[in-house]
């Protein structure tokens, strides 16, 4: 075998690398996610309600924010996530 075969060799097993490289890490990201899980989409839903109460009561101290989720809670029987839901449509209801 002489320099330029050695060379060539390299060259291509260094290309074929390369095609492997990107197609690896390419590949991956064509894939769909799964679909969520009622349990996940409940999650979602959760943090999409918490986020949305933290916006609203931004500057309402901790101890407000939580007796407003008690009173709620007491008056409906809901859980937590709900209260903070129900707490948000009626301050949006009178602050229109």
Known sequence: MDTEQ?????????LVGGIAYYLAHHKSHG????PATPRQ?????QSDIQRDFQ?????????GKEGLIKRWMDRTGCDRTEAMRLATEEWRRDNR
């Open 55 to 63: 916006r609203v009561f931004s500057m309402t101290s901790s101890q």
């Open 31 to 34: 894939l769909r996610p799964a």
């Open 6 to 14: 050695i060379f060539l060799g390299l060259l291509l097993l260094l």
């Open 41 to 45: 989409a409940d999650l979602g839903r």
